[in-house]
């Protein structure tokens, strides 16, 4: 006699329904587990794969949890402050990346900056870039000259607010915040920009 049984054939996943899967996988065992404990094993026994469907789209561990991260907080590229003043758009933007790191948590984004290596290059060019629409937006209105802001200060916030996580293992504070805006990278904007 044939025994019956309950197991269904695995359904065959491709392109995007994959990748959306080992995303929501790698997602669901960051949740669980936290940076430390996150493997690349447990994703793809999550996902019903294997870690060579992983590797093939991310170099490592870092490299997938910021695809997970980015699929499900999405990115301040989405979301650049107009606020009409650049002052209040850049303390507006400042904020914003503290609130991300708010929602991923201080240990993904602490775990994160200890691989930094495996982060796609584009991804780490998101704040300086930011910033630079920032500015851009302020020169159309009057409020900057032409004159090119080094890359140093485009990635100064975005440095010093990540050098404030690591050094107080929170989230900066308000007064941080405005500190970084007000009183560290406008003024250089300014200099460097003045009309």
Known sequence: MEKETDARPARRRRGHALDDALLEAAWEQLQRTGYAAFTIDAVAR????????????????????????????????????????????????VHRLAERIDQIGIDVATG????????????????????????????????????PIPDAVLSMPGALIRYSMIAERATPSDR????????????????????
Do not use: C, M
């Open 46 to 93: 999550a996902a019903g794969t294997s870690r060579a469907v992983i590797y093939r789209r991310w170099p490592g561990r870092a490299a997938l949890v910021h695809a997970a991260v980015r699929a499900h907080t999405g990115t301040v590229i989405e979301d650049v402050p107009d606020t009409g003043s650049l002052a209040d758009d850049v303390l507006a933007l």
């Open 112 to 147: 994160l900056l200890s691989e930094l290596e495996e982060i796609p290059d584009d991804a780490k060019a998101v704040v300086p870039g930011v910033f630079q629409q920032v500015i851009d937006r302020a020169r159309v209105r009057g409020e900057l000259g032409d004159s």
């Open 176 to 195: 941080v915040l405005e500190d970084i805006a007000n009183q560290l990278f406008l003024p250089l904007v300014r200099h460097h920009a003045a009309l």
